[in-house]
């Protein structure tokens, strides 16, 4: 049934002319009738025998093709044309088993899901299309382009490392172009990993380390390239240590809160203080916040360090609160915790579990949480703000700050980044954040002309190195027996806190009810100050805030100190009897 089976039919037809050859040799009669006949039907069988192998050969034929599609059906992506895993993998194997020297590119979309959600699969679905049109006709004839999934693409590029980069940033740009749509017009960037062949063993390590160099391209702004290196190795293995040993952190007690205070100024007393999350590892050693926190908000931990930092808060300070110390502690809040609809019930359960006054405890949440979406996060703070609980908006001046914004948040503190201490512009924000109404505290003072410089402002509340370190809540408390008398709990007043009574002792801070009190007694700073007013359009010289601010209406000292001597009475919510 070869190609050479058709000459095969005619082998019998031999055999029968040979044996009638051999019949007469031997003395055999054959008359030509039989002759002509046997000759008819050798002939016929032969015929038949002959298309019968020729059908056969067809079919074997539309097998092969048919076997040559699925092939390339296997390798090749449906929607863009380009080759897939299952093709990349064996031009990868192909390449290696040559030992010629390639880079694999890992490239991925920038923001492409937000593509497909507003404005429907159907133009993502022409996008991809689009990409894997200007992949082709960008690349050298060799190179193999690929789609892996998604928004996910790959090229295998037969050049040196330094070659396959400089095309990398040409695709880029490439890539980066418009999207023209009959819906509108599609903005997207890209963000490419390279990889060397010669940098891995084998087939399955490059691709790791292609994808471990566009990891990183992401997370250092996306929109770029980057070149493989080891050092992204040991960052995934520390994080995936992280990640393991964190999950187990809180049953081993290696978790922990420092206490940071926060100061009355100018005489630095401790009035509250800020509870810092802290991870001691036996064998990692001291974990710094800034790496495990995003690590634990990646892999869904940070609810649950949440709700332990919330509740070991609220036992520490409703201790403090129990021997007499006039003080009050504020939570790190992150994002995903606070737009969790339980959230307002479960600061309930922690205020009505360690028996704290709502006021007492202070939520902090970033400036930049709150402009990711500020209707729904003005929502969720109206919910939490309603039970009591005061809200400070932390690290105001270190993004888009609006200053308009701060008519409509639901807060009662506002916290000035560390940048803006030593700014002129801090006396106006600090000015402005009085008149609203909010208690201004300033961060980040580590230095006796900032904290020079914060008094002359009028700010009233500071924290930072030169005010106080972290530190466990016993060295907080050791601090606060040495400078103020402990006011014994019988002179302390009776409140209500969700059903049962709890002591509440005398605080200079302004209540919760002070920020909405003060916004309304005064809207004329409200109105001075624009929706879209922004920090960036303050940085100029002092002399042109003038028409916006009077100077007659900014703290200076000697105003400022005699205002301490004044008595300071007390606003609470009325709680029932």
């Known amino acids: 049934m070869t190609r050479r089976g058709a000459g095969y039919a005619f082998i019998p037809m031999a055999a029968m002319a040979a044996s009638a050859l051999y019949h007469l040799l031997r003395g055999g009669d054959f008359g030509m009738m039989l ?40 390798h090749t992506d449906p929607l863009t044309g380009l080759a897939n895993r299952r093709g990349l993998l064996t031009a990868l194997e ?35 299309v689009e990409v894997g049109q200007r992949l082709r006709m960008n690349l050298r004839p060799g190179d193999v382009a690929a789609r892996l999934g998604g928004d996910e693409f790959a090229v295998l590029m037969w050049a040196r490392p330094s070659d396959a980069k400089g095309a990398a940033a040409r695709l880029l740009k490439v890539l ?15 963000s490419i990993g390279l990889a060397s062949c010669t940098s891995a063993s084998d087939v399955t390590t490059l691709m790791r380390n292609a994808d471990l160099a566009l990891r990183s391209a992401k997370q250092r702004g996306k929109n770029r390239v980057e070149l493989y290196d080891i050092g992204y190795d040991q960052e995934l293995r520390r994080r995936t240590t992280l990640e393991h040993e964190l ?21 630095v007393r401790p009035v509250g203080a800020e509870a810092l999350l802290r991870w001691r590892h036996p064998e990692l050693g001291s974990v710094r916040p800034d790496e495990f926190i995003p690590v634990a908000e990646e892999c869904g931990m940070i609810e649950k360090l949440d709700r332990w930092v919330l509740h070991q808060a609220c036992h520490q300070l409703s201790r403090w609160l129990s021997e007499g110390h006039d003080v009050w502690v504020s939570v790190n809040v992150s994002p995903r915790e606070l737009h969790r609809a339980c959230y307002v019930e479960q600061v309930k359960e922690a205020l009505r579990a360690h028996r704290v006054p ?19 996060m003005i929502r969720q703070l109206r919910g939490v703000r309603e039970t009591g609980v005061r809200i400070a908006l932390d690290d105001f001046g270190a993004g888009y700050s609006s200053l308009g914004q701060l008519r409509n948040l639901p807060i009662d503190i ?26 201004v505290i300033a961060e980040g003072i580590e230095r006796q002309h900032q904290m020079t410089m914060v008094v002359k402002t ?52 302004r209540s919760v009810d002070s920020a909405a009190e003060n916004r309304q007694s005064k809207p ?19 002399s042109a805030l003038a028409p916006c601010v009077p100077h007659e209406g900014l703290f200076h000292v000697r105003t400022f100190l005699k205002t301490l001597r004044r008595p300071r009475t007390l606003k609470t919510k009325a709680e029932p009897p």
């Open 35 to 74: 002759i002509v006949a046997g000759s008819l039907e050798g002939f016929t069988l032969v015929g038949r025998q002959y298309f019968a192998l020729r059908d056969v050969q067809g079919y074997a034929e539309r097998l092969r093709d048919r076997e040559a599609h699925f092939r390339e059906l296997a």
């Open 94 to 128: 192909d390449e290696e088993a040559a030992g010629s020297a390639g880079v694999l590119l890992a490239l991925d979309l920038d923001g492409f899901k937000n593509v497909n959600d507003m404005r429907g699969h159907d133009v993502g679905d022409a996008v991809l």
């Open 176 to 190: 980066g172009r418009p999207y023209e749509q009959p819906s509108g017009t599609v903005f997207l960037s890209v």
């Open 247 to 267: 999950r187990g952190a809180i049953d081993r007690d290696e978790l922990y809160l420092q206490f940071q205070p926060v100061v009355m100024l100018p005489s």
């Open 358 to 376: 709502p006021q007492r405890l202070v939520l902090e949440v970033t400036e930049h949480a709150v402009a990711t979406d500020v209707d729904e």
């Open 414 to 439: 506002l916290k000035i980044d560390h940048s803006l201490v030593e700014e002129p512009m801090m006396r106006v924000i600090v000015e402005l954040g009085h008149q609203f109404g909010l208690e």
């Open 458 to 509: 009028g700010c009233r509340l500071g924290q930072g190195y030169l005010a106080g370190r972290p530190v466990l809540a016993e060295h907080f408390e050791a601090r606060l027996q040495s400078l103020a008398p402990v006011v014994p709990n019988s002179r302390q007043p009776e409140m209500q806190i969700n059903g049962g009574p709890a002591t509440l002792p005398a605080q200079h801070v």
């Open 524 to 542: 004329h700073a409200a109105a001075s100050v624009s929706s879209s007013s922004s920090l960036s359009a303050l940085r100029q010289p002092e």
